[in-house]
């Protein structure tokens, strides 16, 4: 088998590139961090990586493989081999410090962010511990067992373009705290959250859970943050407008009115968001891209919004 591994020592080289390492004979069950084991401890100890629990627990051992991001010691080398080839690299929306070793810093700076510590009422007074019931604990089952490896981080699509961003481990772990029982500071929290960078602006391509190895699946938590802003009312931002323009032309016409949705969503009162639209308008008439001026409902329409009474009716119910 070839181990094709990214390397890159800032010391001496000048650019990054691949370097190959084969093993011959690897017994079944044997996990890729193994085999980065046995390459470095055989054949060549400059290889640079984390590693530490070997148990899927600490969430060091993250890196790329053929393209996506996993925890080596939870992968069996024999389902990422391909063709006797397997593309080791760095993760990815973070600086790379020397081979597979990345810059952590901005990852961490962005979960420090939504003060992941838990803020109980210091008024009420506790003998012994604060209990949850289970169905409370279960609001944050999920979300708690994120062992922030940053595989999620690495393959974001949202990252890669928005530099502020917070993150699909961060949000995650914001859930985690709006969600439990225990803690005063939920409104806030969400408020915080609702701003620029955060929950309204992922876009949902689905990496992150994809690649989550636990059970957080971060967009799963973001939306669910989406669905509790909306509930507690705090709708003064494009993201909850949006959504609640695109409800309500759904249920006006039975079809998206794409003329009004940019202008709901940017608020019509919000002058320099409205010119800003300017020139995508423009640029969409010259290309004939922009939406007939006439919109009109589709036959079905009662039948369409019997369905989105029904789905407000039930988001409300929680
Ligand atoms: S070494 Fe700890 S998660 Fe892989």
């Known amino acids: 088998m ?8 800032p010391e001496k080289d000048t650019s990054p590139y691949f370097q190959d390492y084969k093993l011959k004979k690897i017994p079944q069950g044997t996990t890729l961090l193994d085999c980065m084991n046995l390459i470095k401890w055989t054949q060549d100890g400059t290889l640079t990586y984390r590693m530490s629990c070997r148990s899927a627990i600490c969430g060091s051992c993250a890196i790329k493989v053929n393209g996506h991001a996993i925890l080596a010691c939870k992968t069996q080398v024999s389902n990422v081999i391909k ?18 070793v990345v810059d952590l810093g901005p990852f961490w ?21 604060r209990y949850q019931s289970i169905d409370d604990f279960r609001k944050i089952d999920e979300s708690s067992t994120c062992i922030m490896c940053g595989c999620c981080y690495s393959d ?9 961003f917070l993150g699909p481990t961060a949000l995650a772990k914001g859930q ?28 949902h391509c689905g990496e992150c859970s ?3 190895p636990t059970e957080a699946r971060p967009l799963e938590r973001i939306t669910s943050m989406r669905r509790t802003a909306l509930a507690l009312g705090i709708i003064n ?5 949006h959504v609640k323009g695109f409800v309500d032309s759904i249920a006006h016409s039975g079809r998206l009115n794409e003329n009004i949705l940019p202008i709901r969503s940017m608020g019509i009162f919000n002058i320099p968001g409205l010119m800003s639209l300017i020139p995508i308008g423009i640029r969409m008439i010259m290309r004939r891209k922009n939406p007939s001026i006439i919109h ?7 039948d369409i919004r019997r369905i989105v009474e029904e789905l407000c009716k039930r988001l409300r119910k929680g």
């Open 210 to 212: 994809e690649r989550c």
């Open 296 to 302: 009109r409902s589709i036959d079905e329409v009662e």
């Open 237 to 241: 931002n494009i993201g909850a407008r």
């Open 109 to 129: 700076e962005r979960i420090e962010k939504i003060r992941p510590w838990l803020m109980p009422d210091e008024s009420e007074r506790y003998e012994k511990e």
């Open 83 to 100: 063709d006797g080839k397997v593309k080791i690299e760095p993760l990815g929306n973070m600086e790379i410090i020397k081979d597979l």
């Open 156 to 164: 974001c699509s949202s990252l890669d373009v928005d530099k502020v």
């Open 176 to 203: 985690r705290f709006i969600d439990d029982s225990r803690d005063k500071e939920r409104l806030n929290r969400i408020r915080e959250l609702s701003d620029k960078g955060g929950i309204w602006d992922c876009t």
């Open 2 to 9: 070839i181990f094709s591994i990214w390397r890159f020592n």
